[in-house]
C-alpha cells in the first residue's frame, strides 16, 4: 500500500512539475524523446505487473526504466544517423511488451476480482 501511494505521489508531483515548468524541447529530438517515452511506459506496466504478481524490485524497475529509456533513444539516434529507422525495432519491441503487460494486468485483477467475489459468496452461504 505504501509503494502505491509513493507511485501516486510521484505522478502527481511529475504533472505538477510538467504543468508549472515552462520546459520545451526542439522538434528535432521529437523521435527520439516519443521512443525513450515508450520505453518509459513499458518498464512503468511492466513494473505494475510485477507489483501485482508479487515480484516488484525497485533495482530492476530502475534500471529498467532508465535502461530502456536510454537504449531507444540511441537506437534512434545511430538510426538517424545511419538513415536507417532503427527505431522501429524499439517501437515494435517495447510496444508488443507494452501490450502484453497491459494483457497480464488486466487478466491479474479480473482473476482477483472473480476469487474475491467467490469468497464473498462461500461467506454470505456460511452466515445463511
Do not use: H, Q, W
Not at 19 to 38: K, R
Not at 65 to 85: E, K, T, W
Amino acid at each position: 500500500m505504501i509503494k502505491l501511494l509513493f507511485a501516486i505521489i510521484g505522478i502527481l508531483v511529475g504533472v505538477i512539475v510538467g504543468l508549472v515548468l515552462p520546459i520545451t524541447y526542439s522538434p528535432t529530438y521529437a523521435l527520439y524523446i516519443s521512443v525513450a517515452i515508450l520505453a518509459c511506459l513499458d518498464s512503468v506496466f511492466g513494473g505494475v505487473r510485477a507489483n501485482l504478481e508479487n515480484t516488484f524490485d525497485t533495482r530492476i524497475f530502475i534500471s529498467g526504466f532508465f535502461g530502456n529509456a536510454i537504449l531507444a533513444a540511441f537506437l534512434a539516434y545511430i538510426g538517424d544517423r545511419l538513415g536507417v529507422p532503427f527505431y522501429y525495432a524499439a517501437i515494435f519491441a517495447f510496444g508488443g511488451r507494452l501490450f502484453d503487460n497491459f494483457a497480464s494486468i488486466r487478466r491479474i485483477l479480473l482473476f482477483k476480482r472473480t476469487v474475491r467475489k467467490k469468497k464473498g459468496k462461500s461467506e454470505n452461504e456460511l452466515e445463511n
